[in-house]
């Protein structure tokens, strides 16, 4: 079976961890992809985890691709621009050549990824994981506020940007297929990396508020049991159940936890108490009772026992083997063309060029400047909090018309209705009369959407949303696996009144297994993924990163799974089923780490911010209250120049990494002191100007004076229909031709039902009134 990509011939330039991730997902699902190495091999192939001269980056970024030696002589460039001219899609870092490609290869898209842009006031910066990571605010949020912010683990912002990359390579393309043009393309980590963040900067923006780190509360909780640890969030409404399930019944009645305000101030003392009734218990057997309460819980899984343990990737068929490598499953299940891994990770100048035959391409008229490239088609999502509205915004962000449907009895969780105050969420005028269509949450993600309200559970209501279906390209869903066959929206139903329909649905843990059914929020993705359990402090827990880390990881596989679709039914006219399990397509963002504890059978422990390739590495407080700079000594030259600018010539003589890091508390220790009189952004821009991975760990509000997201077009001026003047956030996805846009502010509840319904479903004025007068069509939450 051809993969949905089949006849698309790629070049992959880039030598990054971004680019290459973006082409393992085009040679995933039927792209050909060729690699173009140097004499002696790119970078990647020597990165980061090695294991007996094996790079398992290289491994986990490179499956099924080939690789094509070129060195820079003439011989090799003109045979590197004559590959060009074959091409369809090329992925580039920001040395290559861009104006000879383009020359050469004028109808193909050309995609940069960079780590700061190749124009803007950082495009020299240095960066690294904790850079980004800081400076996209996510830092911040992350760790004890009682401690230094923590930057996570692995290389995920630079995963983030291939995800973001694959996406707009697949944007050009589907504008190719219908317009005839190729186009260029460019994706930053550091603003893939600010996408990924949770809205702290639109919170900013919207009333000026920074949420200090040691007063952050959320209901998580990490249990620690006798074989693993157990992480859960507690819903309000669900205090009495779990009380019940774990037999704490007569404690349920204490002040200090039975309300949920209290409970978040007595936080500790609460999570104490169910730590003393779990700790003899089996992990999964508390899982199981949590689970059962219907409590969002995850198993805190290591690396190893994601395979050795874990019965729910076991049942799934997740672990593969390609040449007798392990590798992961794919990131998303396609139902009409799934992945077919080609081969492994090519030996080093195993291609001599493109074997496969070629998409055609027709040759017609450009569309009117500022077309987005999914412009005239309609989604339909049934969608909350960020994941699936994430993916959703990526969508209507390319041009298409997305429909966000909700109910006044189910509303989208992100309105915060029935849920603790927050004033951080609203704007500084407080939370008005309509509470719900004022939260920055939901704002920040549902920009360029109309708003259908209906009651589902009514059959005039259903009938409705089946005419509005009929008329439908895709549809989008993060619920739990099942959710829209019980709607009666499932594929096969509505494959009967739209054959080519394109149906995604985003379960956390897919729609097969013994946990299909659980329901899930971001942390407990990152504790289910192995993540959590790389991050943390010492000796310490598990530690998630910021409130809700992997949603956005779902939201672009979601979105990058549709244009995938898009391409096949563009190609062939055939639509499909989609399935994207968000934990799975999280675990490749660790992948290489994951392989690489899988072959030695060691996992990686918490270190706080400190890595083996660094020293220093880590956030040091600067100049201000709960002020901090990260700072990365990433080679033995950054080092001296460190050195240099704090004016301490006596550590030069720690040359070597080897030296660096037996002296590491000393060095650590010198920089805090430095740093300590430092304004973090002054000493950032001076460290990178020496050449040093340095950033100001960013708050919501750095984010929002961000002279590098500014330059970027970042921030949209838009008019919200209760709030009036604000600001919406942007996404990293550049495309010269057929750019993304935010064009108008996020939907009030119902704003555009009558609309919708008179317009699409067509219904008349007296079937409009009958299903008001139902009460199918609310606009205030009940």
Request: proline share 6%.
């Amino acid at each position: 079976m051809a993969g949905a990509l089949a006849g698309i011939r790629v070049l992959d330039l880039s030598d990054s961890i971004a680019g290459q991730f973006c082409t393992r997902m085009l040679a995933d699902y039927g792209a050909e992809v060729l690699l173009v190495e140097p004499p002696g091999g790119g970078v990647i192939r020597r990165a980061r985890p090695v294991v007996e001269g094996k790079s398992f980056a290289f491994l986990h970024l490179n499956t099924g691709k080939g690789s094509v030696v070129l060195d820079a002589a003439p011989a090799g460039r003109a045979r590197l621009l004559a590959l060009a001219a074959e091409a369809d899609a090329i992925v580039i870092g920001p040395e290559a050549d861009r104006v000879a490609l383009e020359a050469a290869a004028p109808g193909a898209v050309i995609c940069t990824v960079s780590p700061f842009g190749t124009d803007g006031p950082w495009r020299d910066w240095t960066g690294c994981e904790m850079v980004f990571q800081a400076v996209a605010g996510l830092m911040h949020a992350s760790g004890d506020g009682r401690r230094e912010p923590l930057y996570g683990c692995g290389d995920r912002a630079s995963y983030g940007a291939g995800a973001s990359a694959y996406i707009a390579v697949l944007a050009g393309l589907f504008a190719r297929g219908r317009w005839g043009m190729g186009q260029a393309a460019s994706v930053d980590i550091a603003a893939a990396a600010a996408c990924m963040a949770n809205p702290f900067v639109t919170q900013f923006l919207y009333n000026g508020m920074v949420e200090p780190r040691a007063t952050r509360k959320q209901p998580l909780g990490l249990l620690r049991c006798r074989d693993g640890w157990v992480g859960f969030w507690l819903h309000v409404h669900l205090y009495a159940p779990v009380m019940a399930a774990l037999g704490l019944g007569d404690a349920a009645e204490d002040p200090r936890f039975k309300a949920a305000k209290a409970r978040l101030e007595n936080w500790d003392a609460f999570v104490a108490l169910l730590q003393e009734r779990v700790a003899e218990q089996a992990a999964d057997d508390v899982l199981a009772t949590l689970q059962s309460a219907r409590v969002v819980a995850a198993r805190c899984y290591s690396l190893t026992q994601l395979r050795d343990t874990c019965a729910h990737l076991e049942v799934r068929g997740f672990w593969e083997s390609v040449d007798g490598q392990t590798i992961l499953g794919p990131q998303f299940r396609m139902g009409a063309t799934p992945r077919e891994v080609q081969g492994g990770a090519p030996a080093l100048g195993s291609a001599t060029g493109f074997s496969g035959a070629r998409r055609a391409v027709p040759a017609l008229a450009p569309p009117p400047a500022g077309t987005g490239p999914l412009s005239g088609l309609r989604v339909v999502e049934f969608t909350t909090a960020w994941a699936g509205p994430m993916a959703g915004r990526i969508l209507a962000w390319l041009g298409a018309e997305v429909i966000h449907v909700e109910s006044a009895s189910r509303t989208d969780s992100w309105r915060m209705v029935g849920q603790v105050f927050n004033p951080t969420r609203f704007p500084g005028d407080g939370a008005g009369e309509r509470p719900w269509d004022r939260c920055a949450l939901f704002n920040s993600q549902n920009a360029n959407k109309l708003s259908l309200s209906l009651e589902l559970k009514q059959p005039d209501a259903k009938a409705a949303m089946l005419r509005i279906l009929a008329q439908t390209d895709v549809v989008l869903c993060n619920f739990t696996a099942g959710t829209l066959d019980r709607m009666g929206f499932g594929h096969a139903a509505l494959k009967a009144i739209r054959p080519d329909i394109i149906v995604a649905e985003m379960p956390a843990f897919g729609s097969s297994g013994p946990l299909s059914h659980a329901t899930a929020i971001g942390p407990s993705m990152e504790m289910a993924a192995g993540m959590a359990g790389m991050i943390g402090y010492p000796g310490g827990r598990p530690t998630v990163t910021g409130p809700t880390y992997p949603d956005p990881i779902g939201a672009l596989h979601g979105a990058g799974a549709v244009l995938t679709a898009l391409l096949h039914r563009q190609h062939t006219g055939q639509g499909q089923h989609i399935e994207v399990p968000q934990v799975e397509g999280a675990m490749h963002y660790i992948g290489e780490h994951i392989l690489a504890a899988l072959a030695t059978g060691e996992n990686p422990m918490p270190r706080g911010n400190r890595v083996d390739w660094a020293v220093p590495h880590d956030a040091f407080p600067a100049q201000g209250e709960d002020q901090w700079i990260a700072i990365a000594a990433t080679t033995d030259a950054a080092w001296q120049a460190l050195c240099g600018a704090m004016g301490r010539a006596d550590l030069a003589r720690f040359a070597t990494l080897d030296q660096r890091r037996v002296h590491e508390d000393e060095i650590a220790a010198a920089v805090a002191g430095w740093a300590a009189t430092q304004d973090k952004h002054a000493a950032a821009a001076l460290l990178q100007s020496l050449g040093v991975a340095a950033a100001a760990v960013h708050d919501g509000g750095d984010g929002a004076r961000s002279p590098y997201l500014a330059a970027r077009g970042w921030f949209t001026e838009l008019v919200h229909g209760d709030i009036g003047p604000t600001v919406q956030e942007g996404l990293p996805m550049a495309l010269s031709r057929t750019p993304g846009s935010n064009r108008f502010a996020a939907p009030c509840l119902g704003a555009h039902t009558h609309a919708i319904l008179r317009e699409i479903a067509g219904l008349d004025d007296a079937a409009i009134a009958a299903l008001d007068a139902a009460g199918a069509t609310g606009a205030v939450p009940k």
